[in-house]
């Protein structure tokens, strides 16, 4: 029987997982299905429970059930145990296995869609939320110089340089902190780029030579980004690579098998 799996969401019409994975499918020859479930917003868990006993084999888990997914599953890797969120999961019999691949597809990304060598690198992260968390642990796993976990609320920067302090070297604090700093890569992870806003970031963060990313995908040039463009950022990126990357991630999770990301992005673009 095809093996099938889908991404679960609430909305999840604009979701382009289903076209990402049916062309890994095709390009690894792998006999699976997948497509997209919306899950009430009180009905997660039923959903799950739905869908794993229909047969189904994996989920990638969208917003906003991440934090759903961590509670639900029964084992956890260590990047998603540290996120406290899943966006991948993996059933086998009555295990529930769930893994957070966003930080890891980030990470490629960066490094090899993009050539940028984070080890040893300033690094911004803006945020706090779900977002920044998942990708903390990947990024201080290639060692870079500093990680600046900057957020409107400082406690919550806090809170997150605490618990990966032991890591890598965090520091965090609020926006105005920022004031005289420099960043060789700069990352938004904030929602703001879904209102087209632009958070409180001073001027002069972006050292020569810098990559600013904005986890967003599909907006051009958001209000960061173009922020970044006039403020001295030599490089600029959307969240699309670490859409395509994630997947990927997910995929070789499920499978065993790594697909080739390049050519999926290209269509991407192309559409």
Not at 259 to 268: C, E, H, I, N, Y
């Amino acid at each position: 029987m095809t093996d099938q799996y889908a991404v679960i969401g609430n909305p999840i019409a604009h979701s382009k997982s289903p076209l990402i994975h049916a062309e890994f499918a095709r390009q690894t020859g792998q006999d699976l299905v997948y497509s997209a479930m919306l899950a009430p917003l009180d009905g997660f868990e039923l959903a799950i429970r739905a869908f794993q006993s229909d047969g189904g084999k994996g989920l990638n888990v969208t917003v906003p059930f991440k934090q759903d997914a961590w509670r639900l599953a029964t084992r956890r890797t260590q990047r998603a145990e540290l996120a406290q969120a899943v966006n991948t999961l993996k059933f086998d019999g009555a295990e529930v296995l769930g893994d957070n691949t966003d930080g890891a597809g980030l990470v490629r990304d960066v490094l090899s869609n993009l050539g940028f060598v984070i080890r040893g690198k300033r690094i911004l992260l803006m945020g706090a939320g779900g977002a920044a968390r998942g990708v903390i642990l990947p990024l201080l796993g290639e060692s870079p110089s500093l990680l600046a976990i900057a957020n409107r609320t400082p406690a919550r920067a806090h809170e997150l340089a605490q618990q990966f302090a032991e890591h890598g070297d965090i520091s965090s604090g609020d926006y105005a902190s920022l004031a005289g700093c420099h960043f060789d890569l700069v990352i938004n992870a904030t929602s703001s780029s879904l209102s087209n806003k632009l958070p409180p970031l001073p001027e002069g963060v972006f050292s020569t030579g810098c990559l600013a990313y904005d986890m967003m995908y599909g907006k051009g040039l958001t209000p960061f980004l173009q922020f970044a463009q006039t403020n001295g950022a030599a490089r600029l990126a959307d969240g699309l690579g670490m859409l395509v990357e994630q997947a990927a991630e997910s995929f070789f999770l499920w499978r065993g098998v790594r697909p080739d990301t390049l050519p999926v992005m290209a269509m991407l673009k192309n559409s």
